[in-house]
């Protein structure tokens, strides 16, 4: 561009950017027509921003909405939902410096220990809990108003107390597996029923690497924030639900509750 079209292009000082009021005045009919100012304009452009970004705005939150009660309606039913509370935690690394109570030498001290986190026996849930679990469960023999319940992390628990076990087949002649066809085939559930439980659950709380100056080098470092449950409520909660005595797991009952057992084909 020549400096003489810049020259008419670019205003002087003190010159009107916009130009008198009807910058542009049409004819018709003998009626005189103004067109809007550069100001105008810019105002109807910047409430249309706005009215649009207010739309997309409440899209988005009508959508995350629906993204919120569809994953919730994927959480299955259970009991014990209401003992749920989330708390962060960091773990014991467990080698030399940070071992937990639940890593000393097999002993009577540690059987009690490993027997305190889980052995509240089975639990015992009303009638109307056991219509809303996603599998039907059988009611207890002479208590038939209420229905048998474990919670699966109990469970876990008693099958990672096996597993324990086995590796010190010295203390725990029966759980020698090199041995014992009964408890290899134990074990062996029992490292599965763990696998899976810890794929389903998919903790992805981070590991991180950092400097180490004793080491001169980047290492893991294990000891890191997890999101977790306050493991002692759902404690509580099992303790409160425990029933006390056994039941005849020969007697067979009947009831009304149709929920089909659901297997993996079913989901």
Sequence with gaps: ?????????VPSEGEDVEGPEPAIKHRTSGVTKYAP????????????????LACF????ILLRRD???????????????????????VFNVGFEGDLSPYQIPSSPELDRAWDDLYQFG???ITKEEATQLPNKTQPIPGDEDHYIAELDVFHNLHCLNMVRKALD????????????????????????????SIMCHADTSVIVWQWEDWANETLVRGKVAHTCRNFEKIQDWAKEHQILDKFDGSVHLTD????????????
């Design 122 to 124: 089975i639990s015992r």
């Design 67 to 89: 993204h919120g009660s569809h994953c919730s309606s994927r959480v299955l039913y259970s009991p014990a939902l209401d003992a749920v509370e989330p708390q962060i935690k």
């Design 169 to 196: 087949p010295v203390y725990y002649s029966n759980w020698n597996i090199t041995e014992n066809a009964k408890a290899a085939q134990h074990v062996s559930h029992c490292v599965d029923w763990i696998r899976q």
């Design 1 to 9: 561009m020549q400096p003489e079209e810049r020259r008419l292009l």
């Design 37 to 52: 100012s550069y100001r105008s304009l810019w105002v109807l452009v910047v409430l249309q921003s706005a009215l649009l």
């Design 57 to 60: 705005t409440a899209i988005a």
């Design 256 to 267: 009304d509750i149709t929920i089909p057992v659901l297997q993996s084909g079913d989901l």
